[in-house]
Structures are given as C-alpha cells and as structure tokens.
C-alpha cells in the first residue's frame, strides 16, 4: 500500500461541498503526485462511471473510483469533510471520501491492495480511525494498513486477498475442508459478489456480508468477481451449502454450479447496505424448501430480494429482461461493427466506392498497388462485418441463458443472413435460441447426464430446434418483413424522412449511449451490412444527432461560462474532441448533474439534426468516426451544416433554461471565473 497513497494525498479538511469538486480537489493532488497525466481527462473518467451508479454508501462514506488511460500508476487519495458530500447514500452526505484512481490495465497485485481497502471501509473500528485522525501521515499510514486492527488475526479481513473465497465465522470454521470446530454444524451460505467497475463494491459486499454471517452465527463462503481475480468457490463448499446469495451489477459467471439451492438475487449496494437482511431471507427460503426455478440453468430466476439500488435482472419485469438481454447482443456486437465498418472505410477512402466489387485479395494481391491495399482493407472489414448478426443472436442468447445458448444462437444467426431475414432475422434467432435453451434446462434429467448437458445435450437440441424455426416457420416471414423495410427506407422522402430523422435524433440524445441510444445505433448498423440508399440515410441521421449533446455542451460552456460549475467548464472542453469524434457519453456529466435542463435541450437539437440530415438527403458509409469520416459522407457541407444546427438549437435551449434560475452554482470552485458570486437574471 504504500506506493499508493502518502500523506501528501490526504487532506483532512475537505472544503469541497460537492462530488464534483471534491473528486477535483482530491484529482489535483494526484497530479501533483505525477500519478495522473490529464486532470480534465480523469474527472471526465469519474463522472462518467458516478452517472453509472452513485459511489455513496451508508455511515458516511463515498469512494468514487474509476479506471482511466490518464492515470499511470494506482493511487487513492483521501479527504475528510466537516460539512459533508452527497454522493447519493440513502442515510445522507459522506465525510470520508476516498478517490480511487486505477490505470486501464492495472495489476492484479495493486488491485488486490485497492479492493482490499474497500473491505476495509466496512470496519467500524477502522471508519473511526479515520473521522479521529489529526496527522495525514499518520492516516496514510492507517490506510497503508501499518497499524495493526485489535480483532484476532483470523478475522483480519484487510490482510487478506480479495479473491479469497473463504469467509471464517467466529467458531473458526475451516471452508475448505469442511472441519468444524464447534460440534453443531452452522447455518451455510455461500455468496458471489460483482460490480461493473470490480474495483470497490465487490470487496465491500464480500466483507459486509462475511461481517453480517458472523454476527449471525453463519458461516458465510464468499467468492468475489472483481477485477483482482476471480477464483471459484470450492465445489465441495457449494455442495455444503444450504442457501446462495448474488450480490452483482453484473452477470454472475458460471451461475450453474449452484442449481438446487435456494436463492436470493440482489444488486451489489444491497450486499453492503443489507447483509443480514439478505441472510435472514437466505434462511426463510431454505426453511420453506424454495430453490432456483431452472436448478439446471445458469441463469437462475432469483428471488425478490432485490432493491432499487441495483438488482438481478432475472426478478425484473420483463421489459427490463429483454432489454437487458438485447443489450447484451448489441455490447458485443459493437467491436465487430467499429473494427469492420472502419476498415470498410478506409478502403473506400483510398479506393473509392468501386472497390465493393474487386477480385479477391488471395487471388489478385500486387504490394505497390494502392487499390490491392484498399481491397485488402475492404475484404477484411466485409469479413468483420458478416458476423455481426450471428454475434448480434449469439450474445442475446448467451444474455438469456448463458454459454449453452451461444451455439444454438450463432446457428440461428448465420440462418439470419442465409434466408435473407438480415437484422430482424438476428434479432429473433437470439431470443429463440436463449428461450430454447431455458426451456431445455427446466426438463428434469438424471444426475449422470448433468455433466454433458451444457456442452453436448443443449447445444445439439437447441440447435436442430432453432435451425427448424428459422428455415422453415419464421425465417422467410421475417426476410419479408426486412425486405418491406428496406424498400420503405429506399422509398423514404419528405415528411417521412424528417419523421423517421426526428425520432432517431431523440432516441441517440435521450440516454446518450444508454438503451435507447443503442436501439437506434443498431437499427443503424443493421443497415450498413446490405446498404442501401436509405440505410445510408439513417447512418448519416444517426450518427450526426449523436454528435450533438458533447458538441452542444461544449459550447455552451464557452459562451456562458457562468452558468457553469468549474468542473463542468472544464468538462466542456474536453466535450469539444468527444462530439466531434462521435462520443455521445461526452455529455453524460452535464445531464447527470442537471438532467431536467440538459436531456431536453439535447434532445430537441438531436432531433432538429436528425430531421435536417434525412431532409438534405446525406448518406454515411462508415458507422462510427464522427468529423474524422467527413470524406465518406454524402452531402457533407449540408450534414455539417445539420449538426451545426442541432448543437446551436441545444445550446440556446440549455442556457435559456439555466439562466432561468435565479443564481448559479457557487462556493469552492464552482463560483463564476473570478470566484465571486454570479447573479443571473430570472
């Protein structure tokens, strides 16, 4: 611990009264430690993940944390806040704040010491230190861990790394051999913990509910899924097991080795805020006999456990699954689009459009030729492209009901594009697959055949009966209702177009890259594997409204600077090369921090260049780029001159609506440039 935090990043009397410029106070020590290169860029990382889920937590603690490329070594910074922070807990502001800062490809072994402090944060003893500390050597050493805790070695949490699995109750039970101490047998609960980040609430949650257990008189086994490692239960303490409990923002891996046992399904912040909560619902279930409806499925259906702080999606409504699970789809078919979309062109670039049709590189490949360059370029990228609807299927199959649905969905994928049923085609073999195989994993089988159902027995049925479907039920229906698509995208002019523009425009700005964004996203990519021109249309629409909310903001920081924070400013700066880079999630710290002004007036520009570039008739090639793309856009003065008019709709709604308050933001940092207090006129 102690490369990463010295007393030189801890300050004991926090001035900041927001997040924000608390995040930037503890960010500038930081850069004075020459542990972050780029201020602007870092902050810019941390709000993004605070917009994700506050980083509050109950007794008065905040950990806003993130990975970011702008850091170059794993650092925490501490401050202490007499007046506290809200950071979005449920019982009020934090007065401990730790900034956790981690490189993108940090070390296990700096991980293992970060996450180690989160477990940490939930001893009581430990918190107090901290509020009692006078001297900031004296609690960077604290937090080093230099001064030894005052429980019995066993139950020192923090001297163990998070990816232990074994969590030892008070009677000193042995997890991994099953050895009591004590001769009545406990009450045994084993956990799995996760968050999206894996860096904090993981551990915190791990330790939270080991904590509870002990209290309780349970032994409670606990396997962390965080970015330290990830190091499976013992087998033979799951089987030992008589309840499970998930603790997870994401998917939970390997979800079938605890089939059979009763289940409770929460969102990671339960885990820390709830543990006995959880434990005593663990033991209900277990007294009335209630299992996993799908003991087979590594999708297990959960119980109703879960809060609003984050949940497992199998006990959501059923919208939130299949919005969960079509997300899952498009996450993994984004690399495919971006990686083949852009090498497509590029070719175009050196080549032009003839290049679509040249002879295959294997055959004909002359080094000094610029147009063997371009379709080499093109191939590849055409090569990248066909598996965007087979990956598109697999993954929401995979999303519904894990690995054993990946086969049937890739099957049912690839049939997508052979029946010409495109990207409706893909869309449906995903859902088909994953409800397939969820209906496979439900049949009762014996014990002997368990071990050969996920690799052998599911994928084989699943397929033959997702490839039946899609042949010869759904698949020519579907190419038909794609066909009909693509001719009303062909046929689209006047009010049609600026409609269909309009709508594109409000879904890309409306979650600015959250579910909506991404439904439009795709709809636009799924065109670009057999373009058209009124694919290319919607590529264009897309893709200029989701410049839009980055650029708007930006410039609405520059020319009315006072009515934003410092942070934001600043922010905006940064929101300038996001926008025009096609970044959407460049303005998400601005509508995190006013979501009633900002997400309005983006939406309203969003539309007004999602209109304009479907009126002018402007076509794009490439599904991602931004400005950098410009050659390859039909119509390219009339589509800047579409964005250009949606951001300066959006900045003049978003100042006019800010100005509309009686005073703007002030007090440390967030005053007007000269640090006094600004006055606006209502």
């Known amino acids: 611990m102690s490369e990463l935090i010295t007393a030189e990043l801890v300050d004991l009397d926090l001035s900041a009264t927001t997040k924000d410029a608390a995040a930037r106070s503890l ?8 542990r972050v290169t780029d201020l602007d860029g870092f902050l ?26 702008h850091v170059n070594a794993p650092t925490l910074a501490f401050g202490r806040s007499g007046a506290g922070i809200d950071f ?16 993108a490809g940090a070390d296990d072994d700096h991980l293992t010491i970060l996450s180690g402090l989160a477990r940490r944060l939930m001893d009581p003893e430990f918190t107090a230190a901290l509020r009692a500390g006078t001297d900031p050597r004296a609690v960077a050493a604290l937090v080093r861990g230099e001064e030894p805790p005052e429980e019995p070695e066993q139950e020192r949490v923090e001297a163990r790394k998070p990816e232990q699995v074994r969590e030892q109750t008070e009677t000193g039970t042995e997890a991994a051999g099953g050895t009591e101490a004590a001769e009545s047998v ?3 609960i084993v956990a799995v913990t996760s968050c999206p980040t894996g860096i904090a609430h993981t551990y915190m949650a791990a330790e939270s509910l080991a904590a509870a257990g002990r209290a309780e008189g349970v032994e409670v086994t606990v396997e962390t899924q965080g970015s330290a490692g990830f190091k499976k239960l013992d087998p033979a303490v799951v089987a030992a097991a008589d309840a499970v409990i998930w603790a997870h923002d994401v998917e939970v891996r390997e979800k079938s080795r605890f089939r059979g046992k009763p289940l409770v399904d929460v969102g990671v912040k339960a885990g820390i805020n709830r543990p006995a909560e959880l434990i005593a619902e663990a033991r209900r279930k277990a007294e009335r006999g209630e299992i996993a409806t799908a003991p087979d499925s590594d999708k297990a259906s959960g119980s109703g456990a879960g809060d609003g702080d984050g949940s497992g999606a199998d006990h959501a409504h059923f919208g939130v699954r299949l919005r969960t699970y079509l997300m899952s789809g498009v996450s993994y078919m984004v690399p495919f689009v971006a990686a ?16 679509a049709s040249a002879k295959s590189v294997a055959d004909h490949f002359v080094w000094g030729e610029a147009d063997s360059w371009a379709a080499l370029l093109n191939q590849i990228g055409s090569a990248a492209f066909g598996f965007l609807v ?17 086969v049937p969905g890739f099957v049912g994928g690839a049939i997508a594009l052979t029946v010409n049923a495109g990207f409706l085609g893909g869309l449906v073999a995903g859902l088909l697959a994953g409800a397939v195989v969820m209906a496979i994993q439900r049949v009762p089988v014996h014990a002997t055949l368990r071990g050969i159902m996920p690799v052998l027995v599911i994928p084989l049925i699943a397929s033959a009966v997702v490839g039946f479907l899609m042949f010869i039920v759904v698949g020519k229906p579907i190419a038909s209702l794609q066909n009909a698509l693509t001719d009303w995208l062909n046929g689209l002019s006047g009010s049609n177009a600026v409609i269909l523009g309009v709508v594109l425009g409000l879904m890309m700005c409306f979650d600015m890259g959250g579910p909506l964004n991404k439904v439009a996203y795709a709809f ?12 290319l249309k919607v590529m264009a629409a897309v893709m200029a409204a989701g410049m839009v909310p980055p650029l708007a903001m930006a410039l609405a920081t520059t020319v009315r600077k006072r009515l934003f924070t410092k942070t934001e400013r600043e922010n905006g700066r940064a929101a300038w090369v996001l926008g025009a880079s096609f970044i959407t999630e460049g303005a998400i710290p601005f509508a995190a921090a006013d979501p009633l002004r900002v997400i309005p007036s983006v939406m309203a520009g969003g539309a007004v260049t999602g209109a304009l570039s479907m009126a002018f008739g402007a076509t794009l090639r490439a599904p991602h780029g931004g400005v950098f793309v410009v050659p390859l856009i039909g119509e390219p003065f009339l589509y800047l001159l579409a964005i250009a008019a949606g ?7 978003v100042v006019l609506l800010k100005g509309a308050r009686r005073t703007a933001p002030e007090a440390s940092g967030d005053a007007g440039a000269d640090g006094s207090r600004v006055t606006v006129a209502a």
């Open 27 to 34: 960010a500038e020590r930081m850069v004075a430690a020459h």
């Open 44 to 69: 810019a990382d941390v709000a993004a993940r605070e917009a994700q889920m506050p980083t509050g937590l109950d007794g008065g603690i905040g950990i806003p944390h993130c990975r970011s490329e």
């Open 88 to 103: 979005g807990a449920a019982d009020g502001p934090a007065d401990l704040i730790f900034l956790i800062a981690a490189p």
């Open 186 to 188: 406990p009450f045994r």
């Open 340 to 355: 083949g979309g852009l090498l497509i062109a590029l070719s175009f670039a050196i080549g032009g459009y003839e290049i």
């Open 390 to 406: 087979p990956v598109l299927a697999g993954y929401i199959a995979y999303g519904m009901a894990d690995r054993p649905a990946l």
């Open 524 to 535: 636009a990519v799924g065109g670009l594997a057999d373009p058209t021109p009124g694919s």
């Open 647 to 653: 951001t300066l709709v959006a900045t003049a709604l």
